[in-house]
């Protein structure tokens, strides 16, 4: 069975700081792996994927992942965060048979000023 | 091209009582997923349609069906509705074989 770990409910960070979510999966199969960012009261939308091929996926708004096979792990980062950027956000997993997506809790990230 | 879209957005029932909520895929999708998001709690996977067919299923129970019409469009049917199920849900649509879904805005269900 599948499972996704998001190892922080919150992550307070300043204004133009970096940022890292943290997403940790378990799986005995190939996955695909999944951010989805939820603003406000508002459903859920794809900012990054991988499938397969570079392990350093490039998303929008200035997003990105690494996808590390040795350690399951699936981060999320940005260099430099903007007010905009307040949201929750969740990683997600499928696998190659079964395209069900499996989630984490979510990460609120809070940008302070 | 148009996205996927959810009606009602909004909807307060009681208990016992039975909802559809419906979907739209996005253009060009024939694949519709719905997922259960509780408050403060990520998705939970509900079924998925494809074909007409029901094509994979969660860990819910059989008051929590489904259709999916000619068009693609899908209905969630709750019946015997209880206050946990009480949540956002969400809709999805996909091209069956690939791996990505495109999300809904979302039907907030409040059961009282």
């Known amino acids: 069975a599948q499972s996704v770990t998001q190892l922080d409910s919150q992550v307070p960070v300043f204004e133009e700081a970096p940022v890292e979510l943290r997403c940790n999966y378990s799986?005995?199969?190939?996955?695909?792996l999944f951010w989805y960012v939820q603003y406000p009261n508002q459903g859920l939308q794809l900012l990054l994927k991988?499938?397969?091929?570079s392990t350093l996926v490039k998303g929008i708004n200035g997003f990105e992942a690494e996808f590390n096979k040795s350690q399951t792990s699936f981060h999320l980062r940005k260099p430099s965060v903007h007010i905009s950027d307040t949201a929750e956000y969740f990683c997600a997993v499928s696998g190659n048979s079964n395209y069900q997506l499996i989630w984490g809790a979510g990460t609120k990230l809070i940008i302070k000023p | 091209e148009t996205g996927v879209t959810q009606s009602p957005t909004h909807l307060i029932k009681t208990r016992g009582q039975q909802v559809t909520l419906r979907c739209s895929s996005q253009?060009?999708?024939?694949?519709v997923s719905w997922y259960q998001q509780a408050l403060g709690q990520g998705p939970q996977f509900i079924f998925q349609?494809?074909?007409?067919?029901?094509?994979g299923r969660g860990n819910f129970p059989p008051r929590f069906s489904g259709l999916q019409f000619p068009n693609y469009s899908s209905e969630l049917n709750v019946n015997a509705l209880e206050l946990d199920d009480s949540a956002l849900y969400l809709c999805a649509s996909s091209l069956q074989g690939e791996n990505t879904q495109y999300f809904g805005p979302g039907t907030r269900l409040t059961v009282l």
């Open positions: 253009s060009g999708h024939n694949t």
């Open positions: 349609y494809y074909r007409e067919e029901e094509n």
């Open positions: 799986s005995s199969v190939s996955v695909y």
């Open positions: 991988y499938l397969s091929g």
